[in-house]
T-cell receptor, first 111, second 116 residues
């Protein structure tokens, strides 16, 4: 079945880069997403990548996709305290109206 | 532009009580979803509605029922609440999964439910 895996915690010093990793099992995934959840709020879409792309950059965010290994990563450059949140990786399969989420990675920023 | 609105924001129930969580979206989206979020479990899909008039079970549907009242509204009902249903419930919507270049989910801010 479909599954999305990610590590539960990551600690990074302010100003460093954060790299959050994700693996997925569905080879027919068409879109892969990164969502951000701040405390007490719902999830907000950060960025997404289509499965025929290798990389997507959006300001401080860089998404890398290795389709062969089914590995997705989110790099946040110059990590700030406002980046402290839970980051969810998610996939959407071809012709499928469901989105499958990972368990989320809690990013903690060290001063 | 409100997006996805959930009510109530907080609720405390006793075991065996019933309640309905309300969700409405104003983006003319076809698909709507109910998720629950528990510590260490991430988001789990309870039910979804791909389009008005259809509903389907997700990963954890037991103990819940849903109604797609119209295109805007999708409600989640707990007929007899149990402590295991203590969770944060999120409603979400998306345009349509079929043939859409990108169809991200738009989430409400959640309902925090405690069952004692």
């Amino acid at each position: 079945g479909e599954d999305v895996e990610q590590s539960l915690f990551l600690s990074v010093r302010e100003g460093d880069s954060s790299v959050i990793n994700c693996t997925y099992t569905d080879s027919s995934s068409t879109y892969l997403y990164w969502y951000k959840q701040e405390p007490g709020a719902g999830l907000q879409l950060l960025t997404y990548i289509f499965s025929n792309m290798d990389m997507k950059q959006d300001q401080r965010l860089t998404v890398l996709l290795n389709k062969k290994d089914k590995h997705l990563s989110l790099r946040i450059a110059d990590t700030q305290t406002g980046d402290s949140a839970i980051y969810f990786c998610a996939e959407r399969g071809r012709g499928d109206d469901k989105i499958i989420f990972g368990k989320g990675t809690r990013l903690h920023i060290l001063p | 532009n409100a997006g996805v609105t959930q009510t109530p924001k907080f609720q405390v129930l006793k075991t065996g009580q019933s309640m309905t969580l309300q969700c409405a979206q104003d983006m003319n989206h076809n698909s709507m979803y109910w998720y629950r979020q528990d510590p260490g479990m991430g988001l789990r899909l309870i039910y979804y509605s791909a389009s008005e008039g259809t509903t389907d079970k997700g990963e954890v549907p037991n103990g819940y029922n849903v109604s797609r009242l119209n295109k805007r509204e999708f409600s989640l009902r707990l007929e007899s609440a149990a402590p295991s249903q203590t969770s944060v419930y999120f409603c979400a919507s998306s345009e349509n999964g079929f043939g859409t270049p990108s169809a991200p989910l738009h989430f409400g801010n959640g309902t925090r439910l405690t069952v004692t």
